[in-house]
Every structure is written in C-alpha cells, then in structure tokens.
C-alpha cells in the first residue's frame, strides 16, 4: 500500500530564502508525481507534474525533482515571496490503480 | 466549463439528515475523483469514475455513502443520515483520461459540510 510523507509539516522563512519542501513514498512503482498547491478554504492548484521516466521538471521559480529508487521527491522554490505562502501537497500516482495516494502536506509561510 | 465547479460551496445540516454534493467536471474529462479532507489532515480517496463507472470505490467510508456519475459529466456524492464524523471539506478532480495516462487533476474549490 502507497504511503505518502511530506516533512516537514510547516515551514515558516523570511522573504528571498531559498527552500526544500521533501516528499516521501514507500512505493516506487509510481507512475507520476505530482505537486499542488492549496491556499486556505480553497481547492487545490497542480504546479508540477513528472512523469516516471523524468527526472524534474521546472515552471518559473518552482522545480520538482524525482528519484524512484530512493522514494523521494522535493520541490524547489527559488527566491521565496509572501504570494508563496500556501500548503503544498504532493501525491503519487501508482501503476497498480488511477487514483493519487496524497501526503499530508507542508503548510508554508513566507514573511515580509 | 472552463473549470471544475462545485456545489454547493457550503452546507450546514443536521445529524441524521442526508446531504447531496454535486460535481460538474472540465468538459471533456474522462476521470472523476472524489476526496474527503477533514480539518488538519491529507487528502482522503473516496471514489474514482471512469466515464460513467466506478471501477475504484474502495475508498468510500460506509454505506452511507454513495456516489453516481451520469453522461460521463456531473456527479452527485449522497451521504445518507449524516453524521459529526462526516463534516469535512469534500472535493472533486478530473483528468482528461485518468491519473495513470495524463496524470494531471484539476481540483474545484470544494465543499465544506458541517453536521451539527
């Protein structure tokens, strides 16, 4: 059974830090990564998706990367903002079903 | 439509009393997923459709709860004698053919039930 983990849990930085948000999974036979965002009382946002075979994957200030064997993922955000401020959630889609197992996410603040 | 809409964003009801969420998917999209979020914790599966059937519904708590998807386009999730434990935001993503083909889900904004 796919189980996701994201640490750490809340992360709280001045304006401008770079930073690491990590995300583990006991399965490996995934068949994406995929990354949202979820700002508070709303739905969730994708920012990255990669696929298995990739090994990252950018969008502006953001990039995810993927190593199956070791179950690990982690996402980048360069030159962090207040507008950054969010929860940010991964989630692991396996070969063996067409549904994305979630991990509890890290709730993100980024201060003046 | 240009997005995932759900309704209704808010619902208040009483124990006992039987709810229904209604989810209208981005035209076109084949996967439909329900999840359960309750107050600090992950995302909970609950059912995935695939046009009209459901072949993962594994996820649904009890069974008071059910879920049905018409024309390949809108679901209702009907939880029936609602309970404290049910109050939760509830949310519905679609895919253009499912998580393991294009992998990408577009998430509404939810529905946030309380049961009082």
């Known amino acids: 059974k796919q189980e996701v983990t994201q640490i750490p849990a809340a992360l709280s930085v001045p304006e401008g830090e770079n930073l690491v948000l990590n995300c583990s999974f006991t399965?490996?036979?995934?068949?994406?990564l995929q990354w949202f965002r979820q700002d508070p009382g709303k739905g969730l946002t994708s920012l990255l998706l990669?696929?298995?075979?990739?090994r990252e994957q950018t969008s502006g200030r953001l990039n995810a990367s993927l190593d199956k064997s070791s179950g690990r993922s982690t996402l980048y955000i360069a030159a962090s903002q207040p507008g950054d401020s969010a929860t940010y959630l991964c989630?692991?889609?396996?070969?063996?079903?067409?549904?994305?197992?979630f991990g509890t996410g890290t709730r993100l603040q980024v201060f003046p | 439509g240009a997005g995932v809409s759900q309704s209704p964003s808010n619902k208040v009801t009483e124990k006992g009393k039987d709810v229904e969420l209604r989810c209208d998917p981005i035209?076109?999209?084949?996967?439909l997923y329900w999840y359960r979020q309750s107050l600090g914790q992950g995302l909970e599966f609950l059912i995935y459709?695939?046009?009209?059937?459901?072949?993962?519904k594994s996820g649904l708590p009890s069974d008071r709860f059910s879920a049905e998807r018409t024309g390949g386009s809108v679901s209702t999730l009907t939880i029936q004698r609602t309970q404290q434990e049910d109050s939760a935001v509830y949310l519905c993503?679609?895919?253009?053919?499912?998580?393991?083909?294009?992998?990408?889900?577009?998430f509404g904004e939810g529905s946030r039930l309380t049961v009082l």
């Open positions: 993503a679609s895919s253009f053919q499912g998580a393991t083909n294009t992998g990408e889900l577009f």
């Open positions: 399965d490996s036979a995934i068949y994406n």
């Open positions: 990669i696929q298995s075979s990739q």
């Open positions: 989630a692991a889609g396996s070969y063996n079903t067409d549904k994305l197992i």
């Open positions: 035209s076109g999209h084949t996967a």
């Open positions: 459709f695939q046009g009209n059937s459901a072949p993962d």
